[in-house]
């Protein structure tokens, strides 16, 4: 049988970081076993549901790289669907109206709750057909009364619910609109979903699923339910830990990999093996290999996989993501070097692309201040000399590159008896307006000769006025 699974987020929000660790699993599934995924736009709370948070969920995916080969379906498109097997389950006597006025319900469920009893819908309805005209009514479904349904979780194991702890569901509302475990449950039939990869939030659901599956003569997907993400304090992760959106880790300069290589590792395991291609994952992933008990975020371990990622992925991967950085910091990658190159020279030295836009800023832009500390201590009358030979040497070059450049500062350091450091201080702080950089050859050879000659001239420029005053 070929596997097929699906995504089916409520779009109240942005993608949290939980959603997209069970879309992950979900489509990983499905990728390591050649079958389908679905995304399912689960909006039928149109109240809470927005346009912009079906963007933010789709850009979010996009982002990841979880690409789906069905959808995205909306369930406010599908409504004439779920109404017709809703009028079938009615003619079929598996479902019926229910006349239940609020204050009948709340004052059902007191009763119930003075007494000590779980608060549930009796069934006051369930056959009466004394109709009232022109009242609302809600549908509800027929949940049988005896029995119990038992299902195989794959994470959770076998899992049995007495029918009695289940009351009758409403399944379509007084506003003619059809609730959630109603539309689940055809969208999961229609679709073809072999396998519920799912939050554990839903397990409770799972039973009442089943049961208007059987009543609909529908097959029985599968069912997966994964934990909860904690934050460090073990309270449910959630906005007060850090960051929970998926969109904020780009924006705060991590690597899709990093984050699906993270979050693959929260909650599942294959051996000890901690760094995984989006290859080995899917070859490697089962549903039987997560983990049941919740587990922790742990943001240190995600900035130690963002900075392997930075480091050993292929440059020009890296490339088009720190691309996007440059351009949101109003960066023009035009007016300096090829980003590779950029990051060959700086990958080393950040643990996020953030951090890397910032210490490479001087490449892309020009800066009229030094900074203050830096410039206090190299660019002092005395490094004038220095910067005048080095300015002479390195205007003089034909050949532009790391070598002729180290082969310059060698003899300027050379002719005026000085250390290397005491050349090559001054000249990083005047080309790159501090103190830290790679190694200066590579640094100026990627700052190109015009701007490196600028940079001098401003430097002797500051130098002079500084002692002046
Ligand atoms: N729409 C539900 C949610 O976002 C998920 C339902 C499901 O996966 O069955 O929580």
């Known amino acids: ?108 469920r007191e009763k119930q709750m003075a007494a000590g009893e779980k608060p549930r819908y009796t069934g006051v309805w369930r056959d009466r057909t004394d109709y009232p005209e022109s009242e609302p009514f809600v549908i509800r479904f027929r949940t049988p009364q005896e029995g119990s349904v038992t299902f195989t979780d794959h994470i959770r194991g076998t899992i049995e619910v007495a029918n009695q702890e289940l009351d009758d569901l409403i399944i379509l509302r007084s506003d003619g609109s059809p609730t959630y475990n109603f539309c689940v449950v055809v969208d999961d039939w229609d679709m073809g979903i072999t396998h519920v990869v799912r939050g554990e939030d839903h397990i409770n659901n799972t039973p009442r699923q089943i049961n208007i599956l059987r009543a609909l003569n529908a097959p029985e997907p599968e069912y997966a339910h994964v934990s909860m993400i904690l934050g460090d304090d073990g309270a449910k992760l959630s906005k007060r830990h850090g960051a929970v959106s998926v969109m904020q880790y780009r924006d705060d300069g991590y690597l899709p990999q990093a984050l699906l290589n993270y979050l693959v590792r929260l909650g599942w395991s294959h051996g000890d093996q ?80 953030k951090e890397l836009v910032e210490i490479s800023r001087y490449f892309y832009e020009d800066f009229a201040e030094f900074d203050a500390k830096a410039a206090k201590k190299h660019l002092r009358p005395v490094a004038k000399e220095a910067l005048d030979v080095v300015k002479t040497k390195l205007e003089a070059l034909a050949d532009w590159q790391p070598e002729t450049i180290h082969a310059a500062i060698n003899e300027t350091a050379e002719s005026l008896g000085l250390g290397m450091g005491k050349v090559g201080m001054p000249l990083r702080v005047a080309t790159t307006g501090a103190g830290n950089s790679p190694a200066l050859d590579i640094t100026l050879a990627l700052i190109g000769k015009t701007k490196t000659v600028q940079r001098i001239d401003q430097a002797l420029a500051f130098i002079e006025q500084r002692a002046a005053s």
């Open 1 to 108: 049988m070929a596997i097929k699974t699906r995504f089916a987020p409520s779009p109240t929000g942005f993608l949290h970081v939980g959603g997209a660790r069970t879309a992950l699993y979900s489509w990983l599934y499905s990728q390591g076993n050649e079958g389908e995924f679905v995304l399912r736009i689960e909006d039928t709370d149109i109240e809470r549901s927005t346009q912009e948070a079906i963007d933010a969920i789709i850009e979010g995916m996009e982002w990841l790289g979880l690409k789906w080969s069905e959808g995205p379906y909306y369930q406010t498109k599908r409504f004439d669907r779920y109404k017709d097997l809703i009028q079938q389950l009615i003619d079929e006597g598996k479902a019926y109206r229910c006349y239940c006025k609020p204050e009948e319900l709340d004052a059902m």
């Open 274 to 353: 901690e760094i995984f291609s989006l290859a080995e994952m899917k070859e490697h992933f089962t549903l039987d290999g997560i983990n049941k008990a919740a587990s922790a975020f742990n943001t240190e371990k995600l900035v130690w996989l963002n900075q392997h990622y930075i480091k050993t992925s292929p440059v020009s991967e890296v490339a088009s993501h720190l691309a996007w950085h440059l351009n949101e910091q109003k960066l023009d990658i035009s007016t300096g070097p090829a980003i590779e190159d950029v990051i060959q020279a700086q990958a080393d030295r950040v643990k996020t692309l």
